[in-house]
C-alpha cells in the first residue's frame, strides 16, 4: 500500500548515499518520504481534521493494517529532509508540537489498541515523558502534558465513536512488525 523511503534528517547533504539496507514490511511510514497506492489511499478513512498535523501516518497504518495491505521500507531511495531536529528543542513551538505529538499518540491507543492494553500503554507513555522532562526541571512540559491530557478527555466521545480496535491476537501480530524507521545516518 505504501514505500516509505530512507530519511536522512539534515541541513547539509549526507557525505555518503550508500546503504546496504534491504527492503522489508514495517508497521507505519514516515510522513516525510513516501509513495502511496492510490487504491490503497482510497481505501481507508480520511485523517481526523481534530488531529492536526500529528501521527496522521499511524492512523493510517493501523487502517492499512486492518485491511491487510502492507508498508515496505524501500532503502534505495534516499530523502534529505532539510530541517535541523536538535535545534527544534529551542524554537518556540516546541511545547505545543509536544502537546499535539502526545496526544496523538494517545488518540491511537484509544482508537486501535485492545482495551485491555490502554492503562499500562498510558501509564508507560506518561511515566516516561515525567522522568525525561519534568523530573530534570522542565516546568513547561507538565504544563504540555496537562493540557495533552485535558485534550484526551475534551475528545473521548470522538475516540470512542471512531474506534477500529484491533483484537488482542491481531494486536500481537502488528507488534512483531519493526518499527518505522525514522531517520538513516552514513555509515562510518
Given at each position: 500500500?505504501?514505500?516509505?523511503?530512507?530519511?536522512?534528517?539534515?541541513?547539509?547533504?549526507?557525505k555518503?548515499?550508500?546503504t546496504?539496507e534491504?527492503?522489508?514490511?514495517?508497521?507505519?511510514?514516515a510522513?516525510?518520504?513516501?509513495v502511496?497506492?492510490?487504491?490503497?489511499?482510497?481505501?481507508?478513512?480520511?485523517?481526523p481534521?481534530?488531529?492536526?498535523?500529528?501521527r496522521?501516518?499511524?492512523?493510517?497504518?493501523f487502517?492499512?493494517?486492518?485491511k491487510?495491505?502492507?508498508?515496505?521500507?524501500?532503502?534505495?531511495?534516499?530523502?534529505n529532509h532539510?530541517?535541523?531536529?536538535?535545534?527544534?528543542?529551542?524554537?518556540?513551538?516546541?511545547?505545543l508540537?509536544l502537546r499535539?505529538?502526545?496526544?496523538s499518540?494517545?488518540?491511537?491507543?484509544?482508537?486501535?489498541?485492545?482495551?485491555?492494553?490502554i492503562?499500562r500503554?498510558?501509564?508507560?507513555t506518561?511515566?516516561i515523558q515525567?522522568?525525561t522532562?519534568?523530573?530534570?526541571g522542565?516546568?513547561?512540559?507538565?504544563?504540555?502534558?496537562?493540557?495533552?491530557?485535558?485534550?484526551?478527555?475534551?475528545?473521548?466521545?470522538?475516540?470512542?465513536?471512531?474506534?477500529?480496535?484491533?483484537?488482542?491476537?491481531?494486536?500481537?501480530?502488528?507488534?512483531?512488525?519493526?518499527?518505522?524507521?525514522?531517520y538513516?545516518?552514513?555509515?562510518?
Open positions: 500500500a505504501v514505500m516509505s523511503f530512507r530519511i536522512f534528517w539534515s541541513l547539509d547533504v549526507p555518503t548515499q550508500y546496504n534491504e527492503p522489508y514490511n514495517m508497521k507505519s511510514f510522513g516525510v518520504a513516501n502511496w497506492r492510490m487504491d490503497a489511499w482510497n481505501s481507508i478513512p480520511n485523517y481534521e481534530w488531529f492536526i498535523f500529528y496522521e501516518e499511524d492512523f493510517a497504518a487502517q492499512l493494517f486492518k491487510g495491505r502492507e508498508i515496505h521500507y524501500l532503502p534505495k531511495v534516499l530523502v532539510r530541517v535541523d531536529i536538535k535545534s527544534r528543542k529551542k524554537e518556540k513551538d516546541y511545547q508540537r499535539r505529538s502526545l496526544r499518540g494517545w488518540y491511537l491507543y484509544f482508537l486501535f489498541y485492545p482495551w485491555q492494553l492503562p500503554k498510558l501509564a508507560y506518561l511515566w515525567l522522568k522532562k519534568v523530573f530534570k522542565d516546568v513547561e512540559a507538565l504544563i504540555t502534558i496537562l493540557q495533552a491530557i485535558y485534550d484526551v478527555l475534551m475528545n473521548i466521545p470522538r475516540l470512542l465513536k471512531n474506534s477500529n480496535r484491533l483484537t488482542l491476537q491481531k494486536f500481537e501480530e502488528y507488534s512483531k512488525l519493526p518499527n518505522v524507521k525514522l538513516w545516518e552514513p555509515e562510518r
